[in-house]
């Protein structure tokens, strides 16, 4: 039990840190990609809610050391994240097909993103810090390509789980080899 909670903690310490380091460092559209999202999108949906949940308070914590937001922000961000997520896998997505996994990484990252600026602009407002949320024509279109570039990554992640575990694989009923 020990193996499996410090395997854990290295695996979110090393997903935190390629985000924090690597990706975010990347040229162009590709700095957009938000592996911790797309990674606790799939832990959510192997491993279970409370697995989904730790990831997302680990990972929140180790992304707080490196913030200059206030206290609590990514943390809460990512949980709320989660719990959107969890909800839909609960009660609309049935099957671990592609379509679902995109849909719970769209609806997570959309939430992430709109808690995340929420927070920043109350908290703005009562700690008296600056954040100007900038709705210019560019926006939208850094929204977008955000959502495009993360859909394209849950794509190559999720066809990696499927090349390595046959959880993903569609299983087809044939009507003859039943026993009888």
Same mark, same amino acid.
């Given at each position: 039990? /020990? ?19 690597? %990706? ?5 559209? +590709? ?9 606790? &999108? @799939? ?6 809610? %409370? *697995?989904? !949940? ?10 707080? &050391? *490196?913030? #200059?937001?206030?206290?609590?922000? /990514? ?11 969890? @909800? =839909?896998? %609960? ?9 679902? /996994? =995109?849909?719970? $990484? @769209? ?6 993103? #709109?808690?995340? /600026?929420?927070?920043?602009?109350? +908290?703005? *407002? ?21 959502? !495009? ?11 990696? #789980?499927? @090349?390595? $575990? ?15």
């Amino acid at each position: 039990m /020990y193996w499996r909670i410090l395997t854990n903690i290295i695996f979110i310490i090393f997903l935190s840190i390629i985000q924090i380091s690597f %990706v975010s460092a990347l040229p162009g559209w +590709l700095n957009n990609i938000n592996l911790i999202i797309i990674f606790l &999108v @799939f832990v959510l949906s192997l491993k279970g809610f %409370v *697995y989904g !949940i730790w990831w997302a308070i680990g990972t929140g914590m180790v992304l707080e &050391v *490196y913030s #200059f937001l206030p206290v609590g922000v /990514y943390l809460f961000s990512l949980v709320f994240a989660i719990l959107i997520a969890n @909800f =839909l896998l %609960v009660n609309f997505f049935t099957n671990r097909s592609l379509y679902s /996994y =995109l849909a719970l $990484s @769209f609806s997570a990252i959309f939430s992430y993103e #709109f808690i995340l /600026y929420i927070l920043n602009y109350f +908290l703005s *407002y009562f700690l008296n810090y600056d954040f100007v949320l900038n709705l210019n024509k560019n926006f939208f279109a850094d929204k977008l390509s955000l959502l !495009i570039v993360n859909g394209l990554m849950t794509v190559i992640v999720f066809n990696i #789980f499927n @090349f390595i $575990s046959k959880n993903f694989q569609p299983v087809f009923l044939i009507k003859g080899s039943a026993k009888k």
